[in-house]
């Protein structure tokens, strides 16, 4: 060990940080929006420190109370987007006035059986930068031994145990499993209207496309789910409480971890191109096509599938028609 106690107690002299743990209370919704991309969360991400903790529970709201509705065009049916964490994902790949095509599938890859453990589900880029923040909190834990900040080694380490407790609960949490029925190798095609005139077409097996897409992604929380919740709240605000007992350079590493943490995450997060959910991949596939009027695009969909009995329900129609007289059929807007 290295005694640089001077060093240590009085490092930026005049300056006060006895607030520093405050910080790990910031309302950042970083944590819940990667919690919201992997579907899920691994115990690795319990070394992923960085403010919003507390709010890792709070991921079924990601998606601002938005359940959009979309249409099977193969079949005719219309119904609404259930999965939030879904809807969060189309929500940050659509783009007004243009129609965006992403593909579902299920991962097949020899990785898959890790993800309890770490994920490297997102690009290559994105997994760097995530794994960069866990790097970042060993080097932390290492220096606050290193300078005898048993203070601040402690309440990183509180920290870490609050992460895994969120963690633990979310994954319980991800054992909804109902989907309705199995359609075993149909065929599916999924136009889903976000607000903001965002339009996805999401293609895919039918079975693929219910499980990323009805049901629940997170099933309520139980009584034991509460309690690590709660548990997880409690000892967050304990550390911030407790963070003016580290010595001057702890304080500054601490400050210095969640900033660079949470920057770390949040690009991380927004260079994933795809979104994992219950073992399945959604991601972009063919070009993004624009459009002068929505009606312009429910006439090319129209033409494609062969039907409009889903364009009516949607109200992209007025009536049910023939081709040939689509032009007197469609909404103009």
Same mark, same amino acid.
């Given at each position: 060990?290295?005694?640089?106690?001077?060093?240590?107690?009085?490092?930026?002299?005049?300056?006060?940080?006895?607030?520093?743990?405050?910080?790990?209370?910031?309302?950042?919704?970083?944590?819940?929006?990667?919690?919201?991309?992997?579907?899920?969360?691994?115990?690795?991400?319990?070394?992923?420190?960085?403010?919003?903790?507390?709010?890792?529970?709070?991921?079924?709201?990601?998606?601002?109370?938005?359940?959009?509705?979309?249409?099977?065009?193969?079949?005719?049916?219309?119904?609404?987007?259930?999965?939030?964490?879904?809807?969060?994902?189309?929500?940050?790949?659509?783009?007004?006035?243009?129609?965006?095509?992403?593909?579902?599938?299920?991962?097949?890859?020899?990785?898959?059986?890790?993800?309890?453990?770490?994920?490297?589900?997102?690009?290559?880029?994105?997994?760097?930068?995530?794994?960069?923040?866990?790097?970042?909190?060993?080097?932390?834990?290492?220096?606050m031994i290193i300078f005898n900040d048993w203070w601040g080694m402690g309440i990183l380490?509180?920290?870490?145990?609050?992460?895994?407790?969120?963690?633990?609960?979310?994954?319980?949490?991800?054992?909804?499993?109902?989907?309705?029925?199995?359609?075993?190798?149909?065929?599916?095609?999924?136009?889903?209207?976000?607000?903001?005139?965002?339009?996805?077409?999401?293609?895919?097996?039918?079975? !693929?496309?219910? *499980? @990323?897409?009805? #049901?629940?992604? +997170?099933?309520?929380?139980?009584?034991? &789910?509460?309690?690590?919740?709660? %548990?997880?709240?409690?000892?967050?605000?304990?550390?911030?409480?407790?963070?003016?007992?580290?010595?001057?350079?702890?304080?500054?590493?601490?400050?210095?971890?969640?900033?660079?943490?949470?920057?770390?995450?949040?690009?991380?997060?927004?260079?994933?191109?795809?979104?994992?959910?219950?073992?399945?991949?959604?991601?972009?596939?063919?070009?993004?096509?624009?459009?002068?009027?929505?009606?312009?695009?429910?006439?090319?969909?129209?033409?494609?599938?062969?039907? !409009?009995?889903? *364009? @009516?329900?949607? #109200?992209?129609? +007025?009536?049910?028609?023939?081709?040939? &007289?689509?032009?007197?059929?469609? %909404?103009?807007?």
């Amino acid at each position: 060990m290295v005694d640089l106690p001077d060093w240590s107690h009085h490092a930026l002299t005049g300056v006060s940080l006895d607030a520093a743990g405050l910080v790990a209370l910031t309302d950042l919704a970083v944590i819940e929006r990667r919690t919201a991309l992997t579907g899920s969360s691994c115990f690795a991400d319990s070394l992923v420190i960085c403010p919003g903790i507390h709010r890792q529970s709070d991921a079924l709201r990601i998606h601002q109370g938005e359940y959009p509705i979309a249409a099977n065009t193969f079949s005719g049916y219309v119904f609404r987007v259930e999965n939030q964490g879904t809807v969060n994902y189309l929500q940050s790949v659509g783009e007004t006035g243009k129609l965006v095509t992403l593909k579902v599938r299920r991962d097949r890859s020899s990785w898959s059986r890790l993800r309890w453990l770490i994920d490297l589900s997102g690009s290559a880029l994105s997994t760097l930068l995530y794994m960069f923040t866990m790097v970042i909190t060993m080097i932390v834990l290492i220096f606050m031994i290193i300078f005898n900040d048993w203070w601040g080694m402690g309440i990183l380490l509180f920290l870490i145990a609050a992460r895994a407790s969120s963690i633990y609960s979310i994954r319980r949490r991800c054992s909804a499993n109902w989907h309705g029925a199995s359609e075993p190798g149909v065929q599916g095609a999924l136009l889903v209207l976000l607000s903001q005139d965002r339009w996805i077409r999401l293609y895919g097996q039918v079975d !693929d496309i219910k *499980a @990323v897409t009805s #049901g629940q992604w +997170l099933r309520d929380g139980d009584t034991f &789910d509460d309690f690590l919740s709660s %548990v997880s709240t409690v000892i967050v605000y304990g550390s911030a409480a407790l963070a003016s007992n580290a010595t001057q350079i702890g304080k500054i590493m601490l400050a210095v971890m969640f900033l660079v943490n949470s920057g770390l995450l949040g690009m991380s997060n927004n260079l994933r191109h795809s979104l994992y959910m219950k073992d399945y991949i959604i991601s972009k596939t063919g070009n993004t096509r624009s459009y002068v009027r929505r009606t312009d695009m429910a006439h090319e969909l129209i033409k494609e599938t062969g039907r !409009d009995d889903w *364009a @009516v329900k949607m #109200g992209l129609v +007025l009536t049910s028609t023939k081709h040939d &007289d689509l032009d007197d059929a469609v %909404v103009h807007v």
